[in-house]
């Protein structure tokens, strides 16, 4: 039996971060993010003795590593250190919860200096006595706050730590617990309030809540006093508050003005070793060509069909046509370089160029895609750019508006640790090698960061004036929000982001990349034209779903199984705010964490200064109000 209580919190850890992890692709449980913190909450405050800190800290690890080895088992795909190396690291911030919630956090521990019961005469036990009749009246409200202030603290304290995950050492904010609700719109819309990472607290808090009125009810009926339970009442009331404001966003908030923009999104699904193509070059080039072609004609079939119907039925209504705006491919698509001057000279492979040519011979329609782009340099009079010397290299999206034969750019700025960049990769060369013995390909070298401030600014089709302000993104960059509120901010009225998820292969990381990337459609309100190599080409609406909510059908590329891992296109309208609005997100970010995770830091100092009481005494919520 001793050997079993010690060995149950660490068991019931494993089980919990086990069951969070089934919140995310593969398995899509989303039920899990209210279960699974359930035996971590039990184990963090019904164990450690004196050495609660560091047994808290020892079992949040412990769960953090069961998550996240689970979550990024894909990462693995491109090389196992990458993968253990993460997990390992990530993990850190589940035990900093864990040191809280067993510490500072914990609710059936003393927090501060009781005035003890004493062995004094009679007098002084008839006082206590009546001193406990009179504050039985307020003990239902009391030990109610108790319970909400120890339940938000705890829920402050993890979505501040996700915000702080998702900055530090450049970030990785991927699959917060606020990311379970991806596919389901309603609780997910208060994301653009709070942010994703906010959105995180309410699991935390409401489980919490329930954790605590669980023990005090099973502690009340044994005593035979029963007490008003306000604290699941107000739990309750949070969990309806977001669900009724989410069926507001969805079905009863009037719709922005907004300009269609029709998309002809393109994907080979082509096969990769880390960053290396197992296709040859013309192989990708006719791909891309036949792919696009097939498209076209399969539309221009479809609009004849239509005016063939509409001529032998006579309907006097107008003829809908499908006709693409915008012809997209995805980031790095063609085996190609465009080379740029500091006097914006720009030059493009011809095997690029006849590719851009044959699928838009006449120019109407804006092709954009993704290309990396080299620092060039003419080494003799009317020669053809060359890579400079020690030049910069990025990682960019190209738009080649209509009638126009020079590209707009948008140069990658938040770039992938060890994936695009190796921070001191010069001085210490072993991390080269280190890379290239996990990859299992050799490194190519650093990208640089871009530092564009302002939407690219693609003109309107079939209108001879004004633009799209485009808020662009490439790759994981549309799992960082905060490097896209500056351009919604100055007008950014719609999401585009080019990606290759190809280097995981068929595991679940495009699916979990999906789910993340939805959530910045919903903090922005804004849609998102998303356009895949391997991974999900999808049109996101501004809630956060693939609906077209006036054709009343879901734009996301997938095969006859419903698999997105396929090669196809995918013909969909966005509908493009005309001004968007600049939701409190837009405006100040992750305000909710940053302030949840001040408010449990004050919490956690204030309680440290607290008079000892020498041990820190274990207590049983509700059970020191009904005795006497």
Not at 55 to 60: E, I, L, M, N
Not at 199 to 214: N, Y
Not at 278 to 292: F, Q, S
Not at 586 to 603: K, S, T
Request: with cysteine; aromatic share 12%.
């Amino acid at each position: 039996m001793g050997v079993m209580q010690r060995i149950w919190p660490w068991f019931i850890a494993l089980l919990s971060g086990a069951m969070l992890a089934l919140c995310y692709a593969p398995f899509n449980m989303p039920a899990m993010v209210w279960l699974g913190l359930a035996p971590l909450l039990v184990a963090l405050w019904g164990g450690g003795g004196k050495r609660r800190k560091l047994y808290g800290f020892g079992v949040g690890y412990l769960a953090g590593l069961s998550f996240w080895l689970i979550n990024l088992k894909w990462i693995s795909e491109v090389g196992m250190m990458g993968w253990l190396s993460v997990a390992f690291f990530l993990s850190l911030y589940f035990a900093l919860w864990g040191l809280f919630a067993a510490g500072a956090g914990n609710p059936w521990m003393e927090r501060s200096a009781r005035t003890e019961r004493t062995e004094g005469g009679i007098v002084e036990k008839i006082k206590a006595r009546m001193s406990v009749q009179k504050e039985r009246r307020g003990r239902s409200m009391v030990e109610s706050r108790r319970v909400l202030k120890f339940a938000a603290v705890n829920g402050f304290w993890w979505c501040g730590l996700e915000w702080v995950r998702g900055w530090l050492l450049t970030g990785f904010g991927w699959n917060g617990l606020g990311v379970a609700f991806h596919d389901q719109p309603i609780l997910a819309q208060g994301a653009d309030l709070i942010g994703v990472a906010g959105l995180s607290f309410l699991p935390v808090f409401v489980m919490a809540v329930i954790v605590q009125v669980g023990r005090g009810l099973h502690r009340e009926v044994r005593s035979g006093r029963l007490r008003a339970h306000w604290d699941f009442g107000a739990a309750m009331a949070l969990l309806t508050v977001f669900f009724l404001y989410g069926v507001w966003k969805l079905h009863g908030e009037k719709p922005v003005d907004s300009m269609p923009l029709n998309v002809l999104l393109v994907q080979l699904n082509i096969p990769q070793e880390a960053s290396r193509k197992l296709w040859e070059p013309e192989e990708i080039y006719r791909g891309y060509e036949e792919e696009t072609l097939k498209a076209l004609e399969e539309l221009n079939r479809r609009n004849e069909e239509r005016g063939k119907e509409a001529m032998e039925t006579g309907s006097p209504e107008a003829v809908h046509l499908d006709v693409p705006d915008w012809i997209l491919w995805p980031e790095s698509a063609l085996p190609d370089v465009l080379y740029y001057t500091e006097s914006e000279e720009q030059e493009i492979g011809r095997r690029t160029r006849a590719a851009l040519n044959e699928v838009n011979p006449r120019g109407q329609v804006t092709m954009v895609f993704g290309l990396l782009e080299y620092e060039g340099e003419r080494t003799m009079p009317g020669g053809p750019l060359t890579r400079k010397e020690n030049g910069k290299a990025y990682n960019s999206l190209l738009a080649m508006p209509t009638g126009r034969k020079d590209f707009l750019t948008y140069r990658k700025q938040h770039l992938v640790l060890f994936g695009e960049t190796i921070p001191y990769v010069d001085q210490l060369r072993i991390l080269q090698w280190l890379w290239e013995k996990s990859a299992g390909t050799q490194y190519g070298g650093s990208f640089s960061a871009g530092d564009q401030g302002e939407p690219m600014r693609i003109p309107r089709p079939s209108t001879g004036s004004g633009d799209f302000a485009v808020i662009p993104t490439i790759c994981f960059e549309d799992t960082v929000a905060r490097k896209m509120r500056k351009f919604v901010k100055k007008g950014g009225q719609l999401i585009v982001n080019v990606t290759n998820d190809g280097w995981f292969k068929e595991s679940e990381g495009a699916a979990q990349h999906f789910a993340n990337a939805k959530f910045r459609s919903i903090e922005l309100r804004r849609p998102t034209i998303r356009c895949a190599n391997t991974g999900v080409s999808a049109v996101i609406n501004s809630y956060g779903t693939v609906l077209d909510r006036e054709k009343n059908e879901e734009r996301k590329l997938v095969d006859d199984s419903g698999s997105h891992l396929t090669r196809g296109w995918l013909y969909a309208t966005a509908h493009v705010p005309v001004e968007g609005p600049l939701t409190l997100y837009a405006r100040f970010g992750d305000w909710f964490a940053v302030l949840g995770l001040m408010v449990a830091g004050v919490w956690w100092i204030a309680g440290r200064k607290d008079p000892p009481d020498g041990r820190g005494r274990r207590i049983d919520s509700g059970k020191d109000a009904l005795d006497a």
